[in-house]
């Protein structure tokens, strides 16, 4: 099966989303570590309103609020640094996905890949991602593939790969 796609810079950023949570513990600790460090915060001031606790508190909060933007909002910066530096990621490419591995054009080049150097597969609402490393995925984008193909592609990958994970 082949297909032909063209990344963008949100398929970029979904992916970043996906790797960091594939797995429960990081994505709900994630998603709760804000609301943990807010409740905290209001107990302190609300349990002891001495003036001097707001100036003690000033720091921890500033803390907070930088690591509130650095988590929600570093992912959008890392891919769009990914996107447009990689001038191998802009512009049309091509995969075809065979029974030896996936081979690879791009402008500028291409690979082939065996099926053993992937350790996992990922489906998201809008990607698939194939991992050769914890962190290092290629993407292929949903939108590039009709419901037959993307029926074919799960079969294929979960026979070579083995079962895909959800995020």
């Given at each position: 099966?082949?297909?032909?796609?063209?990344?963008?810079?949100?398929?970029?950023?979904?992916?970043?989303?996906?790797?960091?949570?594939?797995?429960?513990?990081g994505?709900?600790?994630?998603?709760?570590?804000?609301?943990?460090?807010?409740?905290?915060?209001?107990?302190?001031?609300?349990?002891?309103?001495?003036?001097?606790?707001?100036s003690?508190?000033?720091?921890?909060?500033?803390?907070?609020?930088?690591?509130?933007f650095?988590?929600?909002?570093?992912?959008?910066?890392?891919?769009?640094?990914?996107?447009?530096?990689?001038?191998?990621?802009?512009?049309?490419?091509?995969?075809?996905?065979?029974?030896?591995?996936?081979?690879?054009?791009?402008?500028?080049?291409?690979?082939?890949?065996?099926?053993?150097?992937?350790?996992?597969?990922?489906?998201?609402?809008?990607?698939?991602?194939?991992?050769?490393?914890?962190?290092?995925?290629?993407?292929?984008?949903?939108?590039?593939?009709?419901?037959?193909?993307?029926?074919?592609?799960?079969?294929?990958?979960?026979?070579?790969?083995?079962?895909?994970?959800?995020?």
């Open positions: 099966m082949q297909i032909t796609y063209a990344l963008s810079q949100r398929d970029f950023f979904e992916s970043l989303i996906a790797i960091r949570n594939r797995k429960k513990w994505k709900w600790g994630f998603r709760l570590s804000l609301p943990a460090m807010g409740l905290s915060t209001l107990y302190l001031l609300f349990t002891s309103p001495r003036p001097e606790l707001v003690n508190l000033a720091p921890f909060l500033f803390l907070v609020m930088l690591w509130t650095m988590v929600w909002c570093s992912p959008w910066f890392s891919a769009r640094v990914q996107f447009v530096k990689q001038p191998s990621a802009q512009g049309p490419r091509s995969a075809l996905f065979d029974s030896d591995g996936v081979k690879w054009q791009w402008d500028g080049g291409s690979s082939a890949v065996e099926w053993k150097t992937y350790t996992r597969w990922m489906e998201t609402k809008k990607l698939i991602l194939l991992c050769s490393s914890p962190i290092h995925c290629t993407i292929v984008p949903k939108r590039a593939l009709n419901a037959e193909q993307l029926s074919e592609l799960r079969t294929l990958l979960t026979q070579k790969i083995g079962s895909g994970l959800r995020v």
